[in-house]
């Protein structure tokens, strides 16, 4: 519609430091937007970004949409972070737990003060566990991303993961060599159809103090995003998958970990992450994080 006035709002999510973690647009009250709307302030924008609109019936308390630069997606975890943030904050939402639906389902969001801010956290059904990629694939992956077999963590089988998108889970021995990768991103947008991952996530484990956690990287080209600062839908995943292959043991039928990203891209941020499970099978994903709101402001749709 012309004329029509939006709020929306430039979010950095899994952090508390502006410019750093994850950059993503918030569009508050997008009802009145079609859907080519949206798609443009997306492109405009040329970021992810989260479109809040009303409830449509009574199985969730309101719903968001996601846009790329290019498309629409199911659902992108610190987009999610962030357009939950900003509602609480700039609407004066009221906190604790609400329903959000998203094209990739409803999930449980729960909203809490933490150290005089808002804390975000994320609860769904764990990702479905794709097939392991066969030794010729393996071969190519590894060559676009410029790792070598003897890098790789003996434990960790080159998996596709899918939870709304897919991505490929890559874990080294040594999370040293993180920073060595050399990413070819024309070769693996190429390899996302023939492995059946849009994104490659690699990662490491780490070990402070003797606690568990995680350092990764991901590169997502077949989508226009040729590395993803931090990624809470990656780290579910992730979490899944450390407790399928046994890297993490639940106690009392739970893992939690913390997990970094972004440092290579200057942008560092966390994600926390706890697993429900059974012993190796995943029962839910937990997904917490923090945001700032870097700005705001008042664009015509």
């Known amino acids: 519609m012309p004329n029509r006035h939006c709020r929306l709002f430039h979010v950095d999510a899994f952090t508390r430091q502006r410019y750093t973690g994850n950059p993503a647009i918030v569009v508050l009250d997008a009802d009145h937007l079609t859907d080519e709307q949206m798609q443009t302030i997306a492109t405009e924008v040329n970021g992810e970004t989260a479109f809040v609109l009303e409830a449509e019936s009574g199985d ?4 968001v949409r996601f846009f790329t630069p290019r498309h629409e997606v199911p659902f992108v975890g610190h987009a999610t972070i962030a357009a939950q943030y900003v509602r609480a904050k700039k609407d004066g939402k009221p906190g604790g737990r609400l329903r959000q639906r998203t094209g ?3 999930v449980e969001i729960e909203v809490t003060d933490v150290d005089g801010d808002l804390r975000i956290a994320i609860t769904q059904n764990p990702p479905s566990l794709g097939p392991v990629i066969p030794e010729h694939h393996r071969r190519q992956v590894l060559n676009a991303l410029g790792i070598s077999s003897p890098s790789l963590h003996v434990d960790c089988p080159l998996q596709v993961l899918t939870k709304g998108g897919s991505r490929l889970l890559v874990g080294l021995k040594s999370n040293d060599l993180l920073g060595a990768i050399k990413p070819d991103f024309e070769e693996l947008a190429r390899l996302t159809s023939h492995v059946g991952a849009e994104g490659y996530f690699v990662f490491a ?4 103090n003797g606690v568990v956690g995680t350092e990764s990287r991901m590169f997502v080209p077949a989508l226009g995003i040729r590395e993803d600062a931090v990624s809470g839908n990656a780290h579910g995943m992730l979490g899944v998958y450390l407790v399928n292959h046994g890297l993490m043991t639940p106690k009392d039928g739970r893992v939690v970990f913390q997990g970094r990203q972004g440092m290579w891209m200057r942008r560092p941020g966390m994600v926390e992450v706890a697993i429900e499970s059974s012993g190796k099978v995943a029962q839910s994903v937990r997904i917490v994080g923090d945001a700032v709101i870097v ?3 008042n664009i015509q749709a």
């Not at 969730?60 to 719903?63: A, G, K, S, T």
């Not at 484990?205 to 402070?208: F, H, Q």
């Open 60 to 63: 969730h308390d309101m719903q």
């Open 104 to 106: 990739a389902g409803i």
């Open 205 to 208: 484990l780490v070990e402070n």
């Open 295 to 297: 700005y705001e402001a």
